[in-house]
């Protein structure tokens, strides 16, 4: 319980979404079952997922060199190295970032 909410059961039985993004990004906080999962994708998924990432981290970039210094990151997913606080602060130390999921996985994670 946190903070007077339970905290959900997670049934690492069955494969999860944002565990298969992180296991195509060759990332560690996943299960065999979602690695299967992963395998049954397209290559391209993998190429795909890295480019998505990638993305951020440019536009992240170009945001904080544009002078932005606050972030929001809806639907943040289990962290990824770097994150999008990295990138944003790398260049705008003052920068803000706050992260926003609803899943109950994702926020073990986080």
């Known amino acids: 319980m946190?903070?007077?909410?339970?905290?959900?059961?997670?049934?690492?039985?069955?494969?999860h979404p944002a565990r298969v993004y992180d296991w195509l990004l060759g990332g560690k906080d996943?299960?065999?079952?979602?690695?299967?999962?992963?395998?049954?994708?397209?290559?391209?998924?993998r190429r795909s997922a890295a480019r998505n990432r990638e993305f951020m981290h440019r536009a992240s970039a170009w945001l904080a060199r544009k002078?932005?210094?606050?972030?929001?990151?809806?639907?943040?997913?289990?962290?990824?190295?770097p994150n999008l606080h990295q990138i944003a602060q790398a260049i705008t130390p003052?920068?803000?970032?706050?992260?926003?999921?609803?899943?109950?996985?994702?926020?073990?994670?986080?």
């Open 67 to 81: 002078g932005i210094d606050q972030f929001l990151d809806i639907g943040t997913g289990i962290p990824t190295e």
């Open 30 to 45: 996943n299960y065999p079952v979602d690695q299967q999962v992963g395998e049954t994708l397209p290559e391209q998924s």
């Open 2 to 15: 946190t903070a007077g909410v339970p905290v959900p059961r997670i049934d690492t039985s069955k494969p």
């Open 94 to 110: 003052g920068a803000q970032v706050v992260y926003v999921d609803n899943d109950p996985i994702v926020l073990r994670h986080a």
